[in-house]
């Protein structure tokens, strides 16, 4: 793939101006709260057509590791295989057992349910689940008519115009400090951008932490970059760009043998809090790095 870089005359400007850029996405990401990231996954896409394990690989790959999640017998039992415990799983028979609403958790105390063909035909007419149900968004979703299974991110929502206008204008100004991080970074000495890529990072669509990351690896390696994706099949967010494609580290193109990119995933694994990926990988010639949602609300705002 062809790739162009826009460079400054003299290095260092392009390096104090990528490091502003860094200072703005930490502002910006210090109020979005705390990493919520555990660990550098091997797999990001499941093979099964299954709606059930669909579900499962994508709830596995993008929801905090501290969810409070509703949801079925059956897909209790699938993410407690996952071997992610500590998420607050809880049976929606339960939840609709919760009778008195000044209970602690009742539906407004989780942070999102998964409906179910199993779910949807078991609910109480009166219960706190079709609550929580109502008052949610889908956020990811498999399947089609009555075997389709959702995730759906239970939310307060917003009661008067000042809120939504407060929602606006947080959603617009991480919008303005992506877009602003990805016109820096066009100005990298070390950062080599594709016609694609150089698109996206303007765009104001780039996840802050992807922008970050790139960053702090120009520092210590020279990076061609391929394109910014959203990583998830099953999410409905297409211009959440969550997921960076690497093609070339320090004039090596990447493989999985490459010692440049064992030094850029070894780097990655170092990293903690927001800053964590929560999925690195190569997949043929490109090294992929992905990071989660940071948690309820995210998908709308960043």
Same mark, same amino acid.
């Given at each position: ?18 490091? =502003?850029?860094?200072?703005? =996405? ?10 919520? %990231? ?53 049976? %929606? ?16 105390? %989780? ?30 979703? %498999? ?57 996206? $990072? ?44 690497? =093609? ?10 490459? $010692? ?43």
């Amino acid at each position: 793939m062809a790739t162009i870089g826009v460079r400054t005359t003299h290095p260092r400007v392009g390096r104090v101006a990528a490091a =502003l850029a860094l200072v703005v =996405l930490l502002v910006v990401l210090a109020a979005a709260g705390p990493g919520l %990231y555990t660990g550098v996954r091997a797999a990001f896409a499941p093979a099964s057509a299954d709606p059930v394990a669909l579900t499962e690989s994508w709830v596995s790959a993008n929801l905090p590791v501290d969810a409070r999640i509703v949801a079925d017998a059956g897909v209790m039992a699938a993410l407690t295989r996952s071997g992610t415990p500590a998420w607050d799983l809880l049976d %929606y028979r339960q939840l609709d057992a919760l009778r008195a609403p000044a209970v602690a958790t009742d539906w407004k105390a %989780y942070d999102f349910v998964v409906s179910t063909p199993q779910l949807r035909t078991g609910l109480s007419a009166t219960g706190q689940t079709r609550r929580a149900l109502a008052g949610s968004v889908v956020v990811a979703s %498999y399947g089609a008519g009555a075997g389709r299974v959702e995730v759906r991110e239970i939310e307060a929502a917003p009661s008067t115009e000042v809120a939504n206008a407060e929602m606006a204008s947080q959603r617009a100004a991480r919008m303005a400090a992506s877009a602003d991080a990805g016109r820096q970074l066009l100005t990298s000495t070390t950062i080599r951008l594709s016609p694609d890529a150089a698109q996206q $990072a303007v765009s104001g669509y780039v996840d802050g932490r992807l922008l970050a990351m790139l960053v702090g690896l120009g520092w210590q390696h020279t990076l061609t970059v391929g394109g910014f994706t959203d990583p998830d099949a099953g999410g409905l967010f297409a211009n959440r760009l969550r997921q960076v494609s690497i =093609l070339v580290v320090d004039g090596t193109l990447v493989s999985a043998e490459s $010692a440049q990119v064992t030094a850029v995933m070894n780097w990655l694994a170092a990293q903690s809090g927001e800053f964590r990926p929560s999925a690195v990988a190569v997949r043929g010639s490109q090294l992929l790095i992905r990071f989660r949602i940071t948690g309820p609300g995210d998908a709308r705002v960043l």
